[in-house]
């Protein structure tokens, strides 16, 4: 078997065409805050940026030292939830040493309407919640959601094996999935016997970071794998699937790249339009409610 290859690239381009016109009627803006110099995340921010160019959505990347404290975040941070020209924010992970055990302090201080990465609390607590909760998802899951949607691929009723539980990715995703009448079976560093797991899956989510974990003996046969994880080598981006082995077991697969990333930017785009949205219709609401009153 060959597997079909679910090409993100497509997907994406489609979503942010039907940007397009929301963007130009809204003019939301999205502020990218950068704390050091990365190599991954100035490759990520430069496709977020990109996007953002493509579908004419007014963007800002604010680039902070590599030795910025704590304090200094905060207050850019709190100066961002209250510039009203701001429609929606995000901090680029990972972040320099000295603040990186502050990620969740520093995720949980963005405001929950320009929470547009959907990392913080309240976000995940309405995706965890309910499909129809969901507002401002996290990107990468809602951008693996709407890949299996785009290519009819069903979700409920099927057993999806997600390997990797970190907040963001992870923990979110199985969520989203039996939201949407998956079994889930989440697995990590301390799962026994992972091949065991994963050869069950109808559906495999790999987002770990390891390339080339997942070989072809650890895929059931007519398998979808979808490959979240990336890693960088001297020949370029890698995914945790062995792809050329996997492809001939699985049904469909993901490619790295133009997979699962160009689909994480699309719903992050996709969140910084619905994030204005939402403010202009709290500011109708609040000046109707005025008006009422006089
Ligand atoms: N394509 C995209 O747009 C996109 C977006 C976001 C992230 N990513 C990529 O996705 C990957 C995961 O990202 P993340 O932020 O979730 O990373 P993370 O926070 O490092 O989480 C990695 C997860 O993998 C688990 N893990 C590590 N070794 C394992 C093993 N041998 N077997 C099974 N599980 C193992 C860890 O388990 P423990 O919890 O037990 O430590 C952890 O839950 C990374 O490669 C990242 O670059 C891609």
Redesign the pocket.
């Known amino acids: 078997m060959t597997a079909r290859i679910l090409s993100?690239t497509e997907v994406a381009t489609a979503i942010l065409e039907t940007l397009k016109k929301k963007v130009k009627q809204l003019d939301p803006k999205l502020v990218v805050v950068q704390a050091g110099d990365n190599a991954?995340s100035n490759s990520?921010i430069k496709q977020k940026l990109k996007s953002c160019e493509a579908i004419g959505m007014r963007h800002e990347h604010i680039q902070l030292a590599e030795e910025t404290g704590l304090p200094e975040l905060m207050m850019l941070i709190e100066n961002l939830n209250r510039e009203p020209d701001v429609s929606g924010f995000i901090i680029q992970?990972p972040l320099p040493k000295q603040l990186e055990k502050h990620t969740p302090q520093i995720l949980r201080a963005i405001t929950p309407t320009k929470d547009v990465d959907g990392f913080g609390a309240y976000n995940l607590g309405k995706t965890f919640l309910s499909k129809e909760f969901e507002d401002l998802p996290p990107?990468?899951p809602a951008?693996v959601i709407e890949l299996l949607h785009y290519y009819k691929v069903p979700i409920e009723g099927q057993h999806a094996v997600v390997?990797?539980?970190?907040?963001?990715?992870?923990?979110p995703l199985a969520i989203m999935l039996l939201n949407r009448g998956a079994t889930v079976t989440v697995?990590?560093?301390?799962?026994a016997g992972?091949s065991l797991i994963t050869k069950q899956a109808d559906i495999l989510f790999?987002?770990?970071?390891?390339p080339g974990?997942i070989t072809a003996d650890m895929v059931k046969p007519g398998a979808v794998v979808i490959?979240?994880?990336?890693?960088r080598d001297e020949e370029g981006l890698k995914?945790?699937t062995d792809f050329i082995s996997v492809s001939e077991v699985a049904s469909a697969i993901t490619p790295?790249p133009g997979?699962?990333?160009?689909?994480?930017?699309a719903s992050l785009l996709r969140n910084v339009v619905r994030a204005k949205q939402r403010q202009v219709e709290m500011i109708n609401k609040t000046r109707n409610l005025d008006e009422s009153m006089l």
């Open positions: 993100g991954a990520y992970l990107a990468t951008g390997v990797g539980r970190s907040n963001i990715v992870g923990k697995c990590h560093s301390k799962t992972l790999c987002a770990v970071g390891k974990m490959d979240i994880g990336v890693s995914g945790d790295t997979g699962v990333g160009p689909m994480t930017v």
